[in-house]
Protein backbone atom coordinates (compact mmCIF):
# COMPACT_ATOMS: atom_id res chain seq x y z
CA UNK A 1 0.00 0.00 0.00
CA UNK A 2 1.39 3.62 1.07
CA UNK A 3 4.88 3.66 -0.43
CA UNK A 4 5.49 -0.19 -1.45
CA UNK A 5 3.38 -0.46 -4.25
CA UNK A 6 1.47 -3.39 -3.08
CA UNK A 7 -2.44 -2.97 -3.96
CA UNK A 8 -4.77 -1.90 -1.17
CA UNK A 9 -8.28 -3.89 -0.90
CA UNK A 10 -10.84 -2.56 -3.34
CA UNK A 11 -12.83 -0.06 -1.35
CA UNK A 12 -16.11 -0.12 -3.59
CA UNK A 13 -16.25 -3.75 -2.02
CA UNK A 14 -16.72 -2.55 1.26
CA UNK A 15 -19.89 -3.33 2.88
CA UNK A 16 -21.03 -6.62 3.08
CA UNK A 17 -23.01 -8.68 5.99
CA UNK A 18 -24.21 -5.98 8.65
CA UNK A 19 -23.25 -2.99 5.92
CA UNK A 20 -23.79 -2.35 2.60
CA UNK A 21 -24.95 -4.48 -0.25
CA UNK A 22 -22.50 -7.59 -1.55
CA UNK A 23 -20.40 -6.61 -4.68
CA UNK A 24 -20.49 -9.30 -7.10
CA UNK A 25 -17.25 -10.01 -8.32
CA UNK A 26 -15.30 -12.49 -11.28
CA UNK A 27 -15.79 -15.96 -9.45
CA UNK A 28 -12.05 -17.04 -8.43
CA UNK A 29 -10.96 -20.23 -5.99
CA UNK A 30 -10.74 -17.47 -3.24
CA UNK A 31 -14.38 -16.95 -3.46
CA UNK A 32 -16.31 -17.19 -0.39
CA UNK A 33 -20.17 -18.07 -0.21
CA UNK A 34 -21.72 -14.70 0.74
CA UNK A 35 -23.75 -15.97 3.98
CA UNK A 36 -26.82 -13.96 3.00
CA UNK A 37 -27.46 -14.64 -0.67
CA UNK A 38 -25.49 -17.61 -1.15
CA UNK A 39 -23.33 -16.28 -4.13
CA UNK A 40 -20.09 -17.18 -3.95
CA UNK A 41 -18.86 -13.32 -3.97
CA UNK A 42 -14.99 -11.92 -3.65
CA UNK A 43 -14.24 -12.07 0.40
CA UNK A 44 -13.77 -8.01 -0.13
CA UNK A 45 -17.23 -7.86 -0.46
CA UNK A 46 -17.89 -8.97 2.63
CA UNK A 47 -16.63 -6.32 4.79
CA UNK A 48 -13.59 -4.50 6.39
CA UNK A 49 -10.41 -5.47 7.86
CA UNK A 50 -10.00 -5.98 11.77
CA UNK A 51 -7.06 -5.65 13.91
CA UNK A 52 -6.14 -6.74 17.49
CA UNK A 53 -3.69 -7.99 19.90
CA UNK A 54 -4.78 -11.35 20.74
CA UNK A 55 -2.56 -12.35 23.51
CA UNK A 56 -3.49 -10.22 26.63
CA UNK A 57 -2.04 -6.80 27.42
CA UNK A 58 0.76 -5.75 29.42
CA UNK A 59 4.14 -6.30 28.82
CA UNK A 60 5.16 -9.89 27.60
CA UNK A 61 7.45 -11.61 25.76
CA UNK A 62 5.72 -12.49 22.66
CA UNK A 63 2.34 -10.53 21.78
CA UNK A 64 0.29 -11.69 19.05
CA UNK A 65 -1.27 -9.31 17.22
CA UNK A 66 -4.30 -10.29 14.61
CA UNK A 67 -5.99 -9.47 11.13
CA UNK A 68 -9.28 -11.09 10.29
CA UNK A 69 -10.95 -10.11 6.68
CA UNK A 70 -10.37 -9.46 2.82
CA UNK A 71 -7.60 -6.46 3.47
CA UNK A 72 -5.54 -9.31 5.76
CA UNK A 73 -3.33 -9.98 2.20
CA UNK A 74 -2.44 -6.51 2.18
CA UNK A 75 -1.83 -5.81 5.24
CA UNK A 76 0.97 -8.60 5.90
CA UNK A 77 2.39 -7.34 2.47
CA UNK A 78 2.76 -4.12 3.57
CA UNK A 79 4.14 -4.54 6.93
CA UNK A 80 7.13 -7.38 5.65
CA UNK A 81 7.64 -4.89 2.60
CA UNK A 82 7.57 -8.23 0.95
CA UNK A 83 4.20 -9.03 -1.97
CA UNK A 84 5.28 -12.73 -1.79
CA UNK A 85 3.55 -14.13 0.98
CA UNK A 86 4.45 -17.13 2.97
CA UNK A 87 3.07 -20.65 2.66
CA UNK A 88 -0.51 -20.82 4.20
CA UNK A 89 -0.31 -21.92 8.07
CA UNK A 90 3.85 -21.89 7.77
CA UNK A 91 5.31 -19.10 10.39
CA UNK A 92 8.01 -17.29 8.66
CA UNK A 93 10.69 -14.98 10.05
CA UNK A 94 10.58 -11.33 8.55
CA UNK A 95 11.74 -7.58 9.40
CA UNK A 96 8.41 -5.71 10.13
CA UNK A 97 8.59 -1.98 9.39
CA UNK A 98 5.93 1.33 9.35
CA UNK A 99 4.66 0.74 5.78
CA UNK A 100 4.12 4.99 5.95
CA UNK A 101 7.85 5.43 6.72
CA UNK A 102 9.71 2.44 6.44
CA UNK A 103 10.64 2.47 9.63
CA UNK A 104 11.97 -0.85 11.14
CA UNK A 105 9.33 -1.67 14.49
CA UNK A 106 10.61 -5.26 14.98
CA UNK A 107 11.37 -8.78 13.73
CA UNK A 108 8.88 -11.14 14.13
CA UNK A 109 7.36 -14.40 13.18
CA UNK A 110 4.31 -13.93 10.48
CA UNK A 111 1.61 -15.97 9.64
CA UNK A 112 -1.10 -16.04 6.42
CA UNK A 113 -3.93 -18.27 7.03
CA UNK A 114 -5.66 -18.22 3.22
CA UNK A 115 -9.64 -17.84 3.68
CA UNK A 116 -12.04 -20.15 4.57
CA UNK A 117 -9.19 -22.34 5.92
CA UNK A 118 -8.89 -19.57 9.21
CA UNK A 119 -10.74 -19.38 12.68
CA UNK A 120 -12.95 -16.66 11.38
CA UNK A 121 -13.12 -18.10 7.75
CA UNK A 122 -12.02 -14.89 6.59
CA UNK A 123 -8.27 -14.22 5.36
CA UNK A 124 -6.21 -13.96 8.36
CA UNK A 125 -2.87 -12.94 9.56
CA UNK A 126 -0.59 -13.53 12.96
CA UNK A 127 1.97 -11.84 13.85
CA UNK A 128 3.93 -12.75 16.90
CA UNK A 129 5.72 -9.96 18.05
CA UNK A 130 8.37 -8.80 20.85
CA UNK A 131 5.59 -8.16 23.54
CA UNK A 132 7.35 -4.75 24.61
CA UNK A 133 3.88 -1.76 24.48
CA UNK A 134 6.09 0.59 22.21
CA UNK A 135 6.34 -2.35 20.07
CA UNK A 136 2.68 -3.69 20.00
CA UNK A 137 1.76 -0.06 19.88
CA UNK A 138 4.20 0.75 17.23
CA UNK A 139 2.64 -2.25 14.75
CA UNK A 140 -0.94 -1.70 16.04
CA UNK A 141 -0.70 2.54 14.81
CA UNK A 142 0.74 0.76 11.26
CA UNK A 143 -2.32 -1.67 10.34
CA UNK A 144 -4.73 1.33 12.06
CA UNK A 145 -3.22 3.38 9.16
CA UNK A 146 -3.38 1.23 6.18
CA UNK A 147 -6.93 1.88 4.47
CA UNK A 148 -9.96 -0.71 5.05
CA UNK A 149 -8.16 -2.05 8.77
CA UNK A 150 -9.72 -0.89 11.94
CA UNK A 151 -9.33 -2.32 15.36
CA UNK A 152 -11.49 -5.17 16.17
CA UNK A 153 -14.30 -4.92 18.89
CA UNK A 154 -14.52 -6.93 22.06
CA UNK A 155 -15.96 -11.02 20.44
CA UNK A 156 -15.48 -9.58 16.73
CA UNK A 157 -13.13 -12.46 15.51
CA UNK A 158 -15.67 -14.83 17.41
CA UNK A 159 -18.63 -13.33 15.45
CA UNK A 160 -17.30 -13.62 11.81
CA UNK A 161 -16.08 -17.10 12.62
CA UNK A 162 -20.12 -17.78 13.57
CA UNK A 163 -21.44 -15.71 11.20
CA UNK A 164 -19.28 -18.02 8.75
CA UNK A 165 -20.67 -21.07 10.04
CA UNK A 166 -17.39 -21.58 11.60
CA UNK A 167 -19.11 -22.37 14.84
CA UNK A 168 -22.59 -22.48 16.34
CA UNK A 169 -23.67 -19.97 19.13
CA UNK A 170 -23.23 -22.61 22.13
CA UNK A 171 -19.66 -23.61 20.91
CA UNK A 172 -18.73 -19.87 20.57
CA UNK A 173 -19.80 -19.54 24.32
CA UNK A 174 -17.76 -22.85 25.00
CA UNK A 175 -14.93 -20.67 23.64
CA UNK A 176 -15.83 -17.40 25.83
CA UNK A 177 -15.81 -19.85 28.86
CA UNK A 178 -12.29 -21.85 27.94
CA UNK A 179 -11.15 -18.10 27.99
CA UNK A 180 -12.40 -17.81 31.53
CA UNK A 181 -11.91 -20.98 32.73
CA UNK A 182 -10.08 -20.88 35.93
CA UNK A 183 -10.37 -24.70 37.46
CA UNK A 184 -9.81 -27.92 35.65
CA UNK A 185 -13.41 -28.82 35.85
CA UNK A 186 -14.31 -25.94 34.28
CA UNK A 187 -11.84 -26.08 31.88
CA UNK A 188 -13.25 -29.43 30.80
CA UNK A 189 -16.83 -28.86 30.39
CA UNK A 190 -16.00 -25.58 28.16
CA UNK A 191 -13.97 -27.49 25.77
CA UNK A 192 -16.29 -30.11 25.93
CA UNK A 193 -18.59 -27.51 24.70
CA UNK A 194 -16.24 -25.67 22.34
CA UNK A 195 -15.89 -28.92 20.41
CA UNK A 196 -19.34 -28.89 19.75
CA UNK A 197 -20.99 -31.31 21.94
CA UNK A 198 -24.05 -29.48 23.29
CA UNK A 199 -24.70 -27.94 19.58
CA UNK A 200 -24.64 -31.37 18.35
CA UNK A 201 -27.16 -32.46 20.64
CA UNK A 202 -29.49 -29.91 20.06
CA UNK A 203 -29.38 -30.13 16.15
CA UNK A 204 -30.21 -33.83 16.49
CA UNK A 205 -33.16 -32.57 18.55
CA UNK A 206 -33.78 -29.85 15.84
CA UNK A 207 -33.53 -32.55 12.97
CA UNK A 208 -36.04 -34.85 14.89
CA UNK A 209 -38.52 -32.57 15.19
CA UNK A 210 -37.95 -31.18 11.54
CA UNK A 211 -38.82 -35.02 10.22
CA UNK A 212 -41.62 -35.23 12.36
CA UNK A 213 -43.09 -31.93 11.51
CA UNK A 214 -42.83 -33.27 7.72
CA UNK A 215 -44.47 -36.52 8.35
CA UNK A 216 -47.12 -34.30 10.16
CA UNK A 217 -47.30 -32.39 7.25
CA UNK A 218 -47.75 -34.68 4.60
CA UNK A 219 -50.29 -36.26 6.86
CA UNK A 220 -52.31 -33.18 7.00
CA UNK A 221 -52.05 -32.56 3.30
CA UNK A 222 -52.61 -36.07 1.99
CA UNK A 223 -54.02 -37.88 4.21
CA UNK A 224 -57.29 -37.66 2.69
CA UNK A 225 -56.43 -38.98 -0.42
CA UNK A 226 -55.48 -42.35 1.54
CA UNK A 227 -51.67 -41.63 0.24
CA UNK A 228 -50.39 -41.76 4.25
CA UNK A 229 -51.14 -44.10 6.87
CA UNK A 230 -52.94 -43.43 9.97
CA UNK A 231 -49.78 -44.93 11.66
CA UNK A 232 -47.72 -41.60 10.50
CA UNK A 233 -49.30 -40.02 13.37
CA UNK A 234 -48.79 -42.18 16.05
CA UNK A 235 -45.27 -42.11 15.15
CA UNK A 236 -44.57 -38.64 15.20
CA UNK A 237 -46.59 -38.64 18.69
CA UNK A 238 -44.23 -40.94 20.07
CA UNK A 239 -41.14 -39.06 18.70
CA UNK A 240 -42.71 -35.83 20.05
CA UNK A 241 -42.92 -37.76 23.47
CA UNK A 242 -39.65 -39.47 23.74
CA UNK A 243 -38.24 -35.75 22.85
CA UNK A 244 -40.33 -34.01 25.36
CA UNK A 245 -38.63 -36.24 27.88
CA UNK A 246 -35.54 -35.87 26.88
CA UNK A 247 -35.67 -32.26 26.60
CA UNK A 248 -36.95 -32.82 30.59
CA UNK A 249 -34.81 -34.83 31.78
CA UNK A 250 -31.70 -32.82 30.49
CA UNK A 251 -33.44 -29.74 32.18
CA UNK A 252 -33.58 -32.06 35.33
CA UNK A 253 -29.91 -31.68 36.07
CA UNK A 254 -30.06 -30.01 38.80
CA UNK A 255 -28.11 -26.66 36.44
CA UNK A 256 -24.81 -28.67 37.07
CA UNK A 257 -23.60 -27.05 33.98
CA UNK A 258 -24.23 -23.65 34.67
CA UNK A 259 -23.20 -24.33 38.96
CA UNK A 260 -19.72 -25.14 37.27
CA UNK A 261 -19.50 -22.27 35.18
CA UNK A 262 -20.34 -19.56 37.47
CA UNK A 263 -18.89 -21.94 40.50
CA UNK A 264 -20.93 -23.11 43.50
CA UNK A 265 -22.56 -20.60 45.90
CA UNK A 266 -21.53 -21.76 49.84
CA UNK A 267 -22.57 -20.37 52.61
CA UNK A 268 -21.03 -19.97 55.79
CA UNK A 269 -23.46 -19.49 58.45
CA UNK A 270 -24.10 -20.65 62.60
CA UNK A 271 -24.58 -18.75 65.78
CA UNK A 272 -21.80 -15.82 66.43
CA UNK A 273 -18.43 -16.54 67.13
CA UNK A 274 -18.58 -20.29 66.62
CA UNK A 275 -15.42 -19.74 64.30
CA UNK A 276 -17.17 -18.73 60.96
CA UNK A 277 -14.71 -15.97 59.67
CA UNK A 278 -11.59 -18.05 61.02
CA UNK A 279 -13.17 -21.17 58.87
CA UNK A 280 -13.16 -18.55 55.59
CA UNK A 281 -9.71 -16.94 56.27
CA UNK A 282 -8.37 -20.96 56.83
CA UNK A 283 -10.14 -22.18 53.43
CA UNK A 284 -8.51 -19.03 51.43
CA UNK A 285 -5.22 -18.72 53.33
CA UNK A 286 -5.22 -15.39 54.26
CA UNK A 287 -7.06 -13.08 56.32
CA UNK A 288 -10.22 -12.05 54.15
CA UNK A 289 -12.43 -11.81 57.26
CA UNK A 290 -11.99 -9.90 60.56
CA UNK A 291 -12.03 -12.25 63.50
CA UNK A 292 -12.01 -11.33 67.10
CA UNK A 293 -13.66 -12.76 70.32
CA UNK A 294 -16.17 -10.40 70.56
CA UNK A 295 -19.81 -12.13 68.93
CA UNK A 296 -21.57 -10.01 66.57
CA UNK A 297 -18.26 -9.08 64.24
CA UNK A 298 -19.51 -9.74 60.71
CA UNK A 299 -21.81 -7.91 59.22
CA UNK A 300 -20.81 -7.48 55.63
CA UNK A 301 -20.63 -10.47 53.94
CA UNK A 302 -17.40 -11.08 52.97
CA UNK A 303 -16.69 -13.31 49.49
CA UNK A 304 -14.00 -15.28 48.33
CA UNK A 305 -13.73 -17.49 45.09
CA UNK A 306 -11.54 -20.79 45.64
CA UNK A 307 -10.62 -24.11 43.81
CA UNK A 308 -11.82 -27.13 45.63
CA UNK A 309 -10.62 -29.92 43.75
CA UNK A 310 -11.03 -28.90 40.19
CA UNK A 311 -14.13 -26.96 41.05
CA UNK A 312 -14.99 -23.42 41.22
CA UNK A 313 -16.34 -22.12 44.68
CA UNK A 314 -17.46 -19.07 45.69
CA UNK A 315 -17.58 -18.69 49.58
CA UNK A 316 -19.40 -16.43 51.62
CA UNK A 317 -19.05 -15.60 55.54
CA UNK A 318 -22.04 -14.09 56.74
CA UNK A 319 -23.08 -12.45 60.18
CA UNK A 320 -23.61 -14.55 62.93
CA UNK A 321 -27.05 -15.87 63.11
CA UNK A 322 -29.58 -14.03 66.44
CA UNK A 323 -32.07 -11.94 67.54
CA UNK A 324 -29.78 -9.07 67.36
CA UNK A 325 -30.82 -5.18 68.89
CA UNK A 326 -28.34 -3.69 67.32
CA UNK A 327 -29.46 -2.25 63.90
CA UNK A 328 -26.48 -2.76 61.74
CA UNK A 329 -25.98 -6.25 63.49
CA UNK A 330 -29.86 -6.65 62.10
CA UNK A 331 -29.15 -5.81 58.89
CA UNK A 332 -26.08 -8.06 59.02
CA UNK A 333 -28.49 -11.09 60.23
CA UNK A 334 -30.97 -10.21 57.40
CA UNK A 335 -28.27 -10.04 54.42
CA UNK A 336 -26.77 -13.91 55.90
CA UNK A 337 -30.65 -14.59 55.50
CA UNK A 338 -30.77 -13.56 52.26
CA UNK A 339 -27.19 -15.43 51.16
CA UNK A 340 -28.81 -18.72 53.02
CA UNK A 341 -31.86 -18.75 51.07
CA UNK A 342 -29.98 -18.36 47.64
CA UNK A 343 -27.21 -20.17 48.23
CA UNK A 344 -26.54 -23.91 46.14
CA UNK A 345 -24.44 -25.16 49.48
CA UNK A 346 -24.56 -24.53 53.09
CA UNK A 347 -21.61 -24.46 55.35
CA UNK A 348 -23.33 -24.63 59.03
CA UNK A 349 -20.91 -24.31 61.65
CA UNK A 350 -21.48 -25.36 65.23
CA UNK A 351 -19.14 -24.84 68.80
CA UNK A 352 -17.98 -28.05 69.47
CA UNK A 353 -18.11 -27.77 72.83
CA UNK A 354 -21.52 -26.03 73.38
CA UNK A 355 -23.61 -28.81 71.14
CA UNK A 356 -25.40 -32.28 72.16
CA UNK A 357 -23.56 -35.07 71.50
CA UNK A 358 -26.30 -37.21 70.26
CA UNK A 359 -27.06 -37.41 66.47
CA UNK A 360 -30.96 -35.97 67.23
CA UNK A 361 -29.75 -33.27 69.20
CA UNK A 362 -27.16 -31.87 66.98
CA UNK A 363 -30.20 -32.41 64.21
CA UNK A 364 -32.01 -30.36 66.52
CA UNK A 365 -29.42 -27.63 67.01
CA UNK A 366 -28.86 -27.57 63.20
CA UNK A 367 -32.09 -27.10 62.63
CA UNK A 368 -32.21 -23.81 64.85
CA UNK A 369 -30.09 -21.96 61.89
CA UNK A 370 -33.10 -23.03 59.65
CA UNK A 371 -31.29 -23.76 56.90
CA UNK A 372 -33.48 -24.28 53.60
CA UNK A 373 -34.28 -27.96 53.93
CA UNK A 374 -33.84 -28.43 49.85
CA UNK A 375 -30.04 -27.06 49.88
CA UNK A 376 -27.55 -29.44 50.67
CA UNK A 377 -25.25 -28.89 53.60
CA UNK A 378 -22.27 -29.75 55.36
CA UNK A 379 -21.81 -29.27 59.08
CA UNK A 380 -18.93 -28.42 61.13
CA UNK A 381 -18.12 -28.87 64.37
CA UNK A 382 -15.60 -26.51 64.97
CA UNK A 383 -13.54 -25.60 68.01
CA UNK A 384 -12.97 -29.43 68.61
CA UNK A 385 -9.41 -28.71 70.06
CA UNK A 386 -11.45 -26.89 72.87
CA UNK A 387 -13.48 -30.54 73.39
CA UNK A 388 -12.94 -32.06 76.83
CA UNK A 389 -14.73 -35.69 77.93
CA UNK A 390 -17.39 -35.40 75.42
CA UNK A 391 -15.12 -36.02 72.58
CA UNK A 392 -15.72 -39.27 72.38
CA UNK A 393 -19.30 -39.04 72.18
CA UNK A 394 -19.59 -36.02 69.58
CA UNK A 395 -17.12 -38.32 67.57
CA UNK A 396 -18.91 -41.20 68.05
CA UNK A 397 -22.29 -39.11 66.43
CA UNK A 398 -20.25 -37.98 63.34
CA UNK A 399 -19.63 -41.16 62.46
CA UNK A 400 -22.93 -42.52 62.84
CA UNK A 401 -23.83 -39.27 59.85
CA UNK A 402 -27.56 -40.72 59.30
CA UNK A 403 -30.11 -38.40 60.17
CA UNK A 404 -27.68 -35.67 59.83
CA UNK A 405 -25.92 -34.03 56.92
CA UNK A 406 -22.43 -35.00 56.28
CA UNK A 407 -20.47 -33.98 59.48
CA UNK A 408 -17.03 -33.30 60.58
CA UNK A 409 -14.79 -32.04 63.67
CA UNK A 410 -12.69 -29.08 62.80
CA UNK A 411 -10.45 -26.88 64.97
CA UNK A 412 -9.53 -23.52 63.05
CA UNK A 413 -7.05 -22.80 65.70
CA UNK A 414 -5.27 -26.60 65.03
CA UNK A 415 -5.90 -27.67 61.76
CA UNK A 416 -7.34 -31.13 62.70
CA UNK A 417 -9.95 -32.14 60.78
CA UNK A 418 -9.41 -29.43 57.72
CA UNK A 419 -8.18 -32.79 55.14
CA UNK A 420 -12.19 -34.20 55.94
CA UNK A 421 -13.64 -31.08 55.61
CA UNK A 422 -11.84 -30.43 51.94
CA UNK A 423 -12.73 -33.81 50.81
CA UNK A 424 -16.35 -33.58 52.13
CA UNK A 425 -16.57 -29.87 50.51
CA UNK A 426 -15.14 -31.74 47.20
CA UNK A 427 -17.62 -34.49 47.12
CA UNK A 428 -20.62 -32.35 47.26
CA UNK A 429 -19.31 -30.25 44.47
CA UNK A 430 -18.61 -33.42 42.71
CA UNK A 431 -22.03 -34.08 42.74
CA UNK A 432 -23.54 -30.51 42.39
CA UNK A 433 -21.52 -30.04 39.61
CA UNK A 434 -21.44 -33.22 37.88
CA UNK A 435 -18.37 -35.13 36.34
CA UNK A 436 -17.88 -32.50 32.86
CA UNK A 437 -16.75 -35.64 31.01
CA UNK A 438 -19.29 -38.04 31.41
CA UNK A 439 -22.67 -38.37 30.32
CA UNK A 440 -24.85 -36.02 27.98
CA UNK A 441 -23.19 -32.79 27.81
CA UNK A 442 -24.57 -30.40 30.38
CA UNK A 443 -26.65 -26.86 30.01
CA UNK A 444 -24.25 -23.91 31.13
CA UNK A 445 -26.10 -20.58 30.58
CA UNK A 446 -29.62 -20.09 31.64
CA UNK A 447 -30.67 -18.86 28.48
CA UNK A 448 -30.36 -22.31 27.03
CA UNK A 449 -32.64 -23.16 29.67
CA UNK A 450 -35.14 -20.95 28.76
CA UNK A 451 -34.98 -21.70 25.94
CA UNK A 452 -35.32 -25.20 26.34
CA UNK A 453 -38.42 -25.12 29.06
CA UNK A 454 -40.24 -22.83 26.23
CA UNK A 455 -38.96 -25.94 23.69
CA UNK A 456 -40.39 -28.34 26.37
CA UNK A 457 -44.02 -26.49 27.15
CA UNK A 458 -44.76 -26.05 22.93
CA UNK A 459 -43.81 -30.22 23.21
CA UNK A 460 -46.41 -30.80 25.91
CA UNK A 461 -49.16 -28.25 24.11
CA UNK A 462 -48.67 -30.42 20.93
CA UNK A 463 -49.82 -33.43 22.85
CA UNK A 464 -52.61 -31.40 24.47
CA UNK A 465 -54.04 -29.96 21.02
CA UNK A 466 -53.10 -32.93 18.59
CA UNK A 467 -56.85 -34.46 18.87
CA UNK A 468 -58.42 -31.01 18.38
CA UNK A 469 -56.52 -29.53 15.78
CA UNK A 470 -53.43 -30.94 14.17
CA UNK A 471 -52.76 -27.26 12.42
CA UNK A 472 -52.32 -25.69 15.73
CA UNK A 473 -50.22 -28.65 16.54
CA UNK A 474 -47.97 -28.36 13.87
CA UNK A 475 -47.56 -24.91 14.74
CA UNK A 476 -46.53 -26.09 18.12
CA UNK A 477 -43.81 -28.04 17.01
CA UNK A 478 -42.77 -25.03 14.79
CA UNK A 479 -42.18 -23.57 18.20
CA UNK A 480 -40.44 -25.87 20.21
CA UNK A 481 -38.15 -26.13 16.93
CA UNK A 482 -37.28 -22.40 16.91
CA UNK A 483 -36.60 -22.49 20.19
CA UNK A 484 -34.00 -24.94 19.65
CA UNK A 485 -32.69 -22.85 17.05
CA UNK A 486 -32.35 -19.99 19.31
CA UNK A 487 -29.74 -21.91 21.21
CA UNK A 488 -27.59 -22.73 18.47
CA UNK A 489 -28.08 -19.61 16.74
CA UNK A 490 -29.35 -20.78 13.56
CA UNK A 491 -32.39 -18.51 14.84
CA UNK A 492 -30.80 -15.51 16.42
CA UNK A 493 -31.39 -12.05 16.34
CA UNK A 494 -28.88 -9.12 16.70
CA UNK A 495 -29.16 -7.88 19.97
CA UNK A 496 -28.84 -11.43 21.08
CA UNK A 497 -25.84 -11.96 19.62
CA UNK A 498 -24.81 -8.24 20.81
CA UNK A 499 -25.07 -9.51 24.51
CA UNK A 500 -23.17 -13.04 24.13
CA UNK A 501 -20.23 -11.95 21.88
CA UNK A 502 -19.90 -8.65 24.30
CA UNK A 503 -18.57 -10.86 27.01
CA UNK A 504 -16.14 -11.28 25.07
CA UNK A 505 -12.30 -9.81 24.88
CA UNK A 506 -10.51 -7.99 22.62
CA UNK A 507 -8.69 -9.99 20.23
CA UNK A 508 -11.25 -12.96 20.48
N1 LIG B 1 -9.92 -22.51 70.44
C1 LIG B 1 -10.42 -22.17 69.27
N2 LIG B 1 -10.81 -20.90 69.04
C2 LIG B 1 -11.31 -20.59 67.84
C3 LIG B 1 -11.43 -21.56 66.80
N3 LIG B 1 -11.95 -20.96 65.72
C4 LIG B 1 -12.17 -19.66 66.07
N4 LIG B 1 -11.79 -19.44 67.31
C5 LIG B 1 -11.88 -18.19 68.06
O1 LIG B 1 -13.25 -17.89 68.25
C6 LIG B 1 -13.45 -16.48 68.23
C7 LIG B 1 -14.50 -16.11 67.20
O2 LIG B 1 -14.01 -16.40 65.93
P1 LIG B 1 -14.64 -15.76 64.62
O3 LIG B 1 -14.01 -16.43 63.48
O4 LIG B 1 -14.60 -14.30 64.70
O5 LIG B 1 -16.13 -16.25 64.79
P2 LIG B 1 -17.42 -15.84 63.93
O6 LIG B 1 -18.34 -16.98 63.95
O7 LIG B 1 -17.02 -15.32 62.62
O8 LIG B 1 -17.99 -14.66 64.81
P3 LIG B 1 -19.06 -13.53 64.40
O9 LIG B 1 -18.64 -12.94 63.12
O10 LIG B 1 -18.95 -12.57 65.50
O11 LIG B 1 -20.38 -14.20 64.33
C8 LIG B 1 -12.10 -15.86 67.91
O12 LIG B 1 -11.49 -15.45 69.11
C9 LIG B 1 -11.31 -17.02 67.32
O13 LIG B 1 -9.93 -16.91 67.52
C10 LIG B 1 -10.98 -22.89 67.07
O14 LIG B 1 -11.04 -23.80 66.26
N5 LIG B 1 -10.49 -23.13 68.32
K1 LIG C 1 -16.41 -12.96 66.50
MG1 LIG D 1 -17.34 -13.55 61.71
Redesign the pocket.
Known sequence: MVGLGIPAPPLSHMGGVDGGPPHPCTPSPCCLPCPRCAQRLCSAAWGDTIFAVSSGHGRCGVAVIRTSGPGSRGALQSLTGRPALPPPRVLALRRIRDPATGEPLDRGLVVWFQGPQSFTGEDCAELHVHGGPAVVSGVLRALGSLPGLRPAEPGEFTRRAFRRGKLDLTAAEGLGDLIRAETEAQRRQALRQMEGELGRLYQRWSNTLTQALAHLEAYIDFSEDDNVEEEVLSQVDATVRALEEEVGSHLQDGRRGELLRGGVRAV?A????????????LLCQRPA???????????DVVEVALNVGGYPLVLS????LRDATDPVEQEGVSRARDRLREADLVLA?LDAAAVPTEPAGLGAALGSLQPPTTTPCILVL?????LKGNGGSLRAACAQGHPLPPVTL?????GEGLDRLLALLARELARLCGDPLSGSPSLTQSRHSLHLRQCAAALARYSRERRSDLGLAAERLRVARRHLGSITGHVSTEDVLDIIFRDFCVGK
Not at 317 to 320: M, N, S
Open positions: IGPPNVGKSSLLNAIVSPVAGTTRDTAGVNKADLLSCKT
